[in-house]
């Protein structure tokens, strides 16, 4: 069992920016996928940035494109979410996940990939 800690949430203001961080309990090799969604009240799970085993390719929300980056620490036991220009509707609950490559796939971004989810860090965005 992977345990996933997010860390680094908070309040700014609309153009501000907030670096998230996802501390793993073990070291992902090359077989790890792993992602960041959001859920903001009354909404669904979203998926935000994603990953691959090898962290060459990468895949992005189309609402969060050229303003996030993720982005995976050399001892791969860490996972980072760089967000810049953020936006009043940026607002959510973020949540790292993972899974073992292999598992039934539904795509990058969606959540039922993921098998292993972090408790989430709360991200608030002011106008």
């Known amino acids: 069992q992977v345990q996933l800690v997010e860390s680094g949430g908070g309040s700014v203001q609309a153009g501000g920016s907030l670096r998230l961080s996802c501390v793993a309990s073990?070291?992902?090799?090359?077989?790890?996928?792993m992602a960041w969604f959001r859920q903001a009240p009354g909404n669904e799970r979203e998926g935000v940035a994603a990953?691959?085993?090898?962290?060459?390719?990468?895949w992005y929300a189309d609402s969060v494109k050229d303003r996030f980056t993720t982005s995976q620490e050399h001892t791969q036991k860490v996972l980072y979410l760089q967000m810049n220009s953020l936006k009043p509707e940026d607002s959510a609950i973020y949540y790292c996940?993972?899974?073992?490559?292999?598992?039934?796939?539904?795509?990058?971004?969606?959540?039922?990939?993921?098998?292993?989810w972090g408790q989430g860090t709360q991200v608030s965005v002011s106008s």
């Open positions: 996940a993972a899974t073992p490559y292999g598992e039934n796939w539904y795509g990058n971004l969606h959540p039922r990939t993921y098998k292993y």
């Open positions: 073990e070291s992902f090799d090359k077989l790890y996928r």
């Open positions: 990953l691959s085993p090898n962290a060459v390719q990468f």
